[in-house]
Nanobody, 117 residues
Framework: QVQLVESGGDLVQPGGSLRLSCKAS????????MSWYRRAPGKERELVAR???????NYGDSVKGRFTISRDNAKNTLYLQMNNLEAEDTAVYYC???????????WGQGTQVTVSS
């Protein structure tokens, strides 16, 4: 059974930082491409960042230079370091992966990030 559990969301002031974590189980984590998505109120879900099994990364335009995705394969954990946060970053952040064997995406329950003074 695949499980993705996010944590680390919080209320933070503009300009502040947060680190999100996503603990994975039920998959051979080191082999999987992992992604962070977010959904802000009234907006479409958008890709925040993605990291492949070999460590290649890509980012959504709105977070480039501010966010960093990383992984610790020994801990089966995905991270998202978020710096210089803006009010527009307020959203629920989800960890996700595609499992080819079952031809489907798996999603975590999400963690709320609120950027406000």
């Amino acid at each position: 059974q695949v499980q993705l559990v996010e944590s680390g969301g919080d209320l933070v002031q503009p300009g502040g930082s947060l680190r999100l974590s996503c603990k994975a189980s039920g998959i051979n984590f080191k082999l999987f491409t992992m992604s962070w998505y977010r959904r802000a109120p009234g907006k479409e879900r958008e890709l925040v960042a993605r990291i492949t099994s070999d460590g290649s990364t890509n980012y959504g335009d709105s977070v480039k230079g501010r966010f960093t995705i990383s992984r610790d394969n020994a801990k089966n954990t995905l991270y998202l370091q978020m710096n210089n946060l803006e009010a527009e970053d307020t959203a629920v952040y989800y960890c996700t992966t595609f499992y080819p064997r079952y031809a489907r995406d798996y999603w975590g329950q999400g963690t709320q990030v609120t950027v406000s003074s």
